[in-house]
């Protein structure tokens, strides 16, 4: 979702203040000390010139597409790693990656999937192998071809990863894959061990991105350097520091771009910046003084003023799971299923979207998002009733003190929650949560960490934690049932592993549907079942994605897990 409301006048006097300001935006960087070292070069995997503007299409906005200009974009952080694999499920390294790789589907942000480096497929009946015929022409930075043997390559560490290098596989990269073949120079033929109707659509996840074989050949060490990550995508890596910033070019010879966005050749833009900028403020004042083009993350409470100014403001919603907790059922108190319940019950959606966040975010009706196709509305399994919460606890035997904090048996009703530093909103919803379950009794603690101390802390940590909060993208919604408990090296987000035995016939019923009516079906009764069971607890459908940027951007687009996409893009000169 994009939104502008400010008036014709406005707007034309900041496309024309933009105008003599977005092709000069890293220089004024540099000169505020934001860009400071921004081109030291870590290793350049090739420069690209200023060429033929490729495809040129109206926008509605701005009229004909213009070549050239420099794009700035000012982001919090961008991880800890390059390594393609283990960096690729990032929200920040992921906007690099978006436009120095490419991808065999593309996948909008209604589901609808597309051709791409792959320009057809068909499956079999069981939907258990599928066969991919790819685009003709399509070529590595390095010049090499992104043929069947390599689509073959990284379809295997896409699924396998590389433990002997430390190369993790794809996350949400269906389990059941057995094999890839090269049939000829432009087929490969995938077969499953089980009916895998999210295949083709996970090809289109941000982390299914394609890597030449020569960097798949490197050292994990030498993967860790950007500048050695070969892609196909229309951008390449002109310089990179680390912790600091990353400068993309322009490759001209980029011809192969996903129709579906109606501009299949070179970029128009000459560059790219990614620029850390820690401090949210400094961010979005940077873009409206014209020193930069986008700013990422910006406070949702700054974002009515900001469109009032002029500004575009995109809140894109991705597809997969809304913004909620994960319990762990075999930790306390949440062992008990009505301390999971009245958790869900004590929480006031309402209040959070009212106080945190603006019109742009919707209420949960489910622990997936409602513009997921297989999405159904259960929001009164889990809606607030702080009386029902309170019944619930009384039930299970949580007597309320004179200091107000519960305990059973000496023990205290106590709960930790771990703001998720990937949610620019995560810490204020977490102190609004945390307010709403201190009126109910629980004694609560909040441990807020950045990006590299969360990964250690909270999602590398062997110890079983109570409540961890979600943030987290799918394609397709067959990726549900390899997440929800241990089967295939599942992730367990609940903690019980192969123990219940609804949750494994539903899963189970999800992972084998062999056609999207019956997988339906199944998720809709999955969805019900995990709700009523308190496994899992809403707040509200996300927006993990928030951009502010410069009016005189034009052809911007946001694929189905919210990524900007800048292959169209253009500034107004």
Not at 60 to 75: H, K, N, S, T, Y
Not at 347 to 358: N, P
Not at 470 to 485: H, N
């Amino acid at each position: 979702m994009s939104r502008t409301t400010a008036s014709p006048t406005r707007l034309t006097a900041l496309r024309r203040r933009a105008r003599g300001l977005a092709t000069t935006a890293v220089a004024a960087l540099a000169a505020t000390g934001l860009l400071a070292a921004c081109a030291t070069a870590s290793g350049d995997a090739g420069a690209a010139s200023s060429g033929s503007a490729g495809d040129a299409s109206a926008d509605a906005a701005g009229g004909e597409p213009q070549q050239g200009g420099d794009l700035v974009f000012l982001i919090d952080s961008l991880g800890d790693t390059w390594i393609p694999n283990n960096s690729a499920i990032s929200s920040f390294q992921g906007q690099v990656w978006g436009h120095v790789t490419d991808k065999l589907v593309y996948v909008d942000d209604a589901g609808q999937v597309s051709p791409w480096v792959a320009e057809s497929w068909e499956q079999n009946e069981d939907a258990t192998q599928f066969t991919l015929h790819l685009r003709d022409g399509v070529t590595f930075s390095d010049g090499t071809p992104v043929d069947a043997a390599a689509v073959v390559a990284n379809l295997d560490v896409w699924a396998k990863g590389d433990p002997d290098k430390g190369i993790n596989p794809i996350g949400l990269f269906p389990k059941t894959y057995q094999s890839a073949t090269a049939q000829d120079a432009s087929t490969v033929v995938v077969t499953f061990s089980a009916p895998t109707l999210g295949f083709i659509p996970t090809l289109g996840y941000h982390g299914s991105i394609l890597i030449s074989p020569t960097t798949l050949a490197l050292s994990g060490e030498e993967q860790a350097d950007l500048g050695n990550d070969i892609g196909s995508g229309p951008f390449v890596v002109k310089s990179w520091k680390e912790g600091d910033s990353v400068v993309l070019e322009r490759r001209d010879d980029y011809d192969w771009g996903p129709e579906a966005l109606e501009h299949t050749g070179p970029a128009y833009l000459d560059t790219i910046t990614y620029k850390i900028v820690a401090e949210s403020s400094l961010r979005t004042s940077s873009v409206t003084s014209g020193q930069a083009d986008v700013a990422y993350n910006a406070p949702p409470q700054e974002l009515d003023g900001l469109a009032a100014q002029g500004f575009v403001i995109a809140t894109p919603r991705y597809l997969g799971f809304v913004n909620g907790y994960a319990i762990d059922a075999t930790v306390a108190p949440f062992d008990d299923p009505k301390v999971r319940q009245a958790f869900q019950h004590a929480i006031d959606r309402d209040e959070i979207l009212s106080t945190v966040y603006t019109s742009d975010w919707l209420p949960a009706e489910s622990f997936i998002q409602s513009n997921v196709p297989e999405a159904t509305d259960h929001s009164a399994d889990f809606a607030h009733d702080a009386d029902l919460a309170a019944s619930l606890l009384d039930e299970a035997g949580w007597t309320l003190g004179s200091d107000g904090v519960r305990s059973k048996d000496g023990t205290p009703l106590a709960v930790t929650l771990y703001p998720n530093p990937y949610l620019a909103t995560s810490k204020a919803v977490d102190e609004l949560v945390a307010q709403q379950l201190t009126d109910l009794g629980f004694a609560v603690d909040i441990q807020a960490y950045d990006v590299v101390t969360y990964g250690e802390k909270v999602i590398k940590n062997t110890t079983p934690i109570a409540l961890t909060e979600i943030t987290r993208s799918f394609i397709d919604v067959g990726t549900v049932a390899s997440i929800l408990t241990s089967a295939n090296k599942g992730e367990d987000w609940f903690g019980v592993g192969e123990t219940d035995t609804e949750l494994n016939r539903l899963r189970d019923e999800v992972a084998g549907a062999v056609d999207t009516d019956s997988r339906a079906a199944s998720v809709d009764e999955l969805q019900g079942y995990v709700l009523q069971q308190g496994y899992f607890v809403p707040l509200t459908q996300i927006v993990q994605r928030i951009y502010v940027r410069n009016p005189a951007l034009h052809g911007v687009t946001y694929n189905g897990i919210a990524y900007a996409n800048y292959s169209a893009a253009w500034l107004e000169q």
